[in-house]
């Protein structure tokens, strides 16, 4: 592990600190990479960043035996990544075993400490089944939910719109008998209007013809006086 991380030291590019992406190497035999270096030179004359070397950009050569040493670098790199996942961190034996208690996979001297005393441990391919059973059952489970909060879903969404529906149809029933009603008690205010119309000028001629018949009982009356007067 240490020759590899020296050797990723190794790797790595003066300017970016990271490892080389498309290295280039100058005529004073440094290397970077190429994009890299074309950036340096931006800012200063063309020479060599690390020895300031005159370089120009035709002095760039691709170095591919870095390239490659570089691809067989990220190999092992990945690979020994991958295969440290599988050993135990503090015993670095192979984790074979898997707690049910800490839910942690664990290797064979792990078994016999005293933080997974008394623990139910399974060899990690059954307790992967295992755990694979329970996460069929917790899926069907979740499953049959969705289903029921879906079906509820649907009746809730039919009983929406037959609310709805029913809204609309009350309100249409209530516009429409309010209109009936306001046609009715129009038609009352014409027809008693008409009636007191009515009425009164019954009323008003009857009034005029007492009121002709008083006139000529006035009429009357004065010219007796007037007669009486005249013989007295």
């Known amino acids: 592990e240490s020759l590899k991380r020296s050797l990723g030291e190794e790797l790595n590019c003066s300017e970016c600190q990271e490892v080389f992406k498309d290295p280039v190497t100058l005529k004073c035999g440094h290397n970077f990479c190429r994009e890299c270096v074309c950036e340096y030179w931006k800012t200063t004359s063309p020479s060599c960043p690390i020895c300031k070397d005159d370089s120009a950009i035709f002095d760039l050569t691709s170095n591919f035996t870095l390239r490659n040493i570089i691809e067989s670098y990220k190999k092992e790199v990945k690979k020994f990544k991958a295969e440290s996942e599988y050993v135990c961190s503090q015993h670095g034996e192979v984790l074979k075993l898997y707690c049910m208690v800490d839910q942690e996979a664990i290797c064979i001297i792990c078994l016999t400490s005293r933080k997974h005393e ?47 529906d029913q809204r609309e149809k009350t309100e249409k029933q209530i516009k429409e008998d309010f209109v009936k009603l306001h046609q009715f008690l129009h038609e009352e205010e014409k027809n008693l209007l008409s009636d007191l119309k009515k009425e009164m000028e019954e009323k008003e001629q009857n009034m005029r013809e007492m009121e002709e018949n008083i006139v000529q009982d006035l009429r009357y009356i004065s010219k007796t006086i007037k007669d009486i007067q005249q013989k007295l």
């Not at 060899?123 to 899926?139: G, H, R, V, Y």
């Not at 939910?145 to 879903?153: E, G, H, P, V």
């Open 118 to 164: 008394n623990h139910k441990c399974l060899p990690i391919k059954e307790a992967a089944q295992e755990s694979k059973e329970e996460f069929k059952k917790m899926l069907k489970s979740l499953q049959d939910i969705q289903r029921k909060m879906t079906d509820f879903k649907d009746k809730y969404r039919i009983n929406l719109k037959i609310t709805q």
